[in-house]
Structure formats: structure tokens, C-alpha cells
């Protein structure tokens, strides 16, 4: 009798174990459409992100820029939501000053210390 319900409790306990841990994996999988994706599971700014990629944009910067030449004919885009920007420029690479200079939209104005040019150009805030 006692061999009885020690063997009915272990089957029962085992039963119910089982079901237990068979519940969290099919709820954590979506039933049956596996794992979801970033772009399924992604909210808010970084959807609004990961949207503007798949159309090929970078509304955000992101992305690394592309690198000019800082000639007079191919300046530094300097992106300005105005009409004047403030720049500054490290002229050598281990120097410790900052030049600090105005550049104004639709003009290609030089770096008074080393002679690189920049270039504002109008853009628009993603928001």
C-alpha cells in the first residue's frame, strides 16, 4: 500500500514537472513562429531607425561620414540647421588647441590656421 502511493506521487510529481517546463519554451518561442527578429521587437527611436536603413537613410548620423578631400573644390559637409554653424578644427593631428570658426550656409570658407575649406549645407531634423 505504502509502495502504492509513493509510486502514484512520483508519477504525479514528474507529470506535472514536465507540463511545467514544456509552457515557458512555447511562450518564449511565440507558439510555433520561432524567434522574433530585432526589427519585430525593436520600439520606439530605434525602430523609427532600423526603418529609415531599409529605405536607405541615416536620419540620425549614425553611420560614419564620408571623408572630403578639404579642398577648395571638394570642402567639408558640415550639416546646419540654420544658416551659420560653428566649426571647430585640430589642424595637426597632436596638436591641443581647437581653431574655432564661423562657416555660413551655401559657402566654402577655410580654416584660418591650416587652409582646410568647409561647406554648410542646409538639413532638415529627423523628428
Known amino acids: 500500500m505504502?509502495?502504492?502511493?509513493?509510486l502514484r506521487a512520483c508519477s504525479t510529481?514528474?507529470?506535472?514537472?514536465?507540463?511545467?517546463?514544456?509552457?515557458?519554451?512555447?511562450?518564449?518561442?511565440?507558439?510555433?513562429?520561432?524567434?522574433?527578429?530585432d526589427e519585430e521587437q525593436a520600439?520606439?527611436?530605434?525602430r523609427r531607425a532600423l526603418q529609415a536603413f531599409k529605405h536607405g537613410k541615416d536620419p540620425y548620423s549614425i553611420l560614419k561620414p564620408k571623408e572630403y578631400a578639404g579642398t577648395k573644390?571638394?570642402?567639408h559637409i558640415v550639416?546646419?540647421?540654420g544658416t551659420r554653424r560653428l566649426?571647430?578644427?585640430?589642424?595637426?593631428?597632436?596638436k591641443t588647441a581647437i581653431v574655432w570658426f564661423w562657416i555660413y550656409e551655401g559657402q566654402a570658407q577655410r580654416c584660418p590656421?591650416?587652409?582646410?575649406?568647409?561647406k554648410g549645407v542646409h538639413c532638415e531634423l529627423p523628428h
Do not use: W
Not at 509552457?23 to 511565440?30: D, E, Q, Y
Not at 520600439?43 to 530605434?46: A, K, M, P, Q
Not at 590656421?113 to 568647409?118: I, M, Q
Open 73 to 75: 573644390e571638394d570642402p
Open 79 to 81: 550639416p546646419c540647421t
Open 43 to 46: 520600439t520606439g527611436l530605434e
Open 13 to 37: 510529481t514528474l507529470q506535472l514537472r514536465s507540463s511545467v517546463a514544456a509552457r515557458p519554451v512555447l511562450r518564449a518561442m511565440g507558439t510555433l513562429k520561432g524567434i522574433p527578429t
Open 2 to 6: 505504502a509502495t502504492r502511493l509513493l
Open 87 to 94: 566649426v571647430g578644427c585640430i589642424c595637426e593631428e597632436d
Open 113 to 118: 590656421s591650416c587652409g582646410s575649406h568647409y
